[in-house]
């Protein structure tokens, strides 16, 4: 999927003007003094099963129909549009740090972007441009893929320093080849279903998923996961004015690795999701970020409903922060 050249590089003012100094390079993130009470760690609020769950089923934002809560199954390429170049690079350094540090990995030079960061002076109207010339690649399909024309109509309107976008695919848990068709895929379709001997295949006219030949005792889902596809973050450097770049990279690298809630309400977490409201700042990556990540994408995948991942996410989180109190 490839945004409109065009678009990308809109940019009304001068949009980085505004935004603060440039971090160096990110590395692991780092740990306020904790404090240790009833052999829990607290971070501004007391880490526990029911704190963290609320906080996963706040923040992660699947699609209604999701597989599983989608994570990168392949390499992470980051692309930043309307910056200098020596901004641009430091802040690349500092998502890509976060990124890394999680776990992920991170394709190479050449690889074509599949998280797209978009500086602009004007966010709404660059989202409006955005939605208006490249829906389909928003939107490539009407299934549990993204968070629909409502979602669409928020990420285009509303009035925040960072929005992004998030496409995710079912894919094939053991070949991580997707699941559901695309514009183009009918011939595909029919070509492999002759290929399986298939004859008469349903949906090859209507845009069904490309056929998958399942052998023996399938899981709960057939075995099928969500996969992030693509993230497009649009930054408006007023709305952003007096952030600095560190804070800015380490915000866009947890929405990046993740589905995140645009609307989620966070304020009593210890979380980077508050850099831009009232709630007490965090202005990095915070333990309670990174343990809810490195969860995600160190748990196992749960076929049978997303809320037992949730759940084993929570535990997780629970873990991370007191090892020797929970085994």
């Known amino acids: 999927m490839k945004l409109s050249a065009a678009l990308v590089l809109l940019a009304l003012a001068s949009p980085s003007a505004a935004i603060g100094q440039t971090p160096p390079p990110g590395a692991a993130p780092q740990e306020a003094a904790p404090t240790a009470v009833e052999d829990v760690v607290v971070e501004g609020v007391r880490r526990t099963r029911e704190t963290s769950f609320a906080f996963v089923r706040a923040v992660s934002a699947p699609p209604f129909g999701s597989y599983t809560m989608a994570v990168w199954t392949g390499p992470l390429c980051l692309s930043i549009d309307n910056l200098p170049a020596e901004q641009a690079a430091a802040l690349t350094d500092r998502i890509l740090g976060r990124v890394e540090y999680i776990g992920v990995t991170v394709g190479d030079a050449n690889c074509t972007p599949n998280v797209r960061v978009i500086f602009t002076a004007d966010g709404a109207a660059t989202a409006r441009d955005l939605v208006a010339h490249n829906r389909r690649d928003l939107r490539p399909t009407s299934a549990a893929t993204q968070l629909g024309r409502a979602g669409l109509t928020r990420f285009a309107e509303s009035e925040r320093p960072v929005r992004w976008w998030t496409v995710n695919m079912p894919v094939d848990g053991e070949t991580n080849s997707r699941v559901v068709a695309l514009a183009g895929d009918i011939g595909d379709n029919r070509g492999q279903a002759v290929q399986m001997g298939i004859r008469n295949p349903l949906k090859i006219s209507t845009g069904g998923p490309p056929w998958r030949l399942i052998l023996g005792i399938q899981p709960v889902g057939n075995g099928i996961r969500d996969s992030l596809l693509q993230t497009i973050v649009i930054v408006d450097a007023r709305l952003a004015a007096g952030v600095s770049y560190a804070s800015l ?23 980077i999701l508050n850099l831009f409201t009232d709630s007490p700042r965090v202005t990095e990556l915070s333990q309670w970020d990174v343990d809810y990540l490195k969860a995600l994408y160190d748990a196992p995948v749960r076929f049978n409903h997303i809320r037992f991942q949730e759940e084993d996410i929570a535990r997780r989180m629970v873990q991370a922060a007191a090892p020797a109190a929970n085994p």
């Open 249 to 271: 990279g380490d915000y866009i690298a947890m929405v990046a690795l993740t589905q995140v809630d645009p609307e989620a309400d966070v304020s009593t977490a210890p979380t």
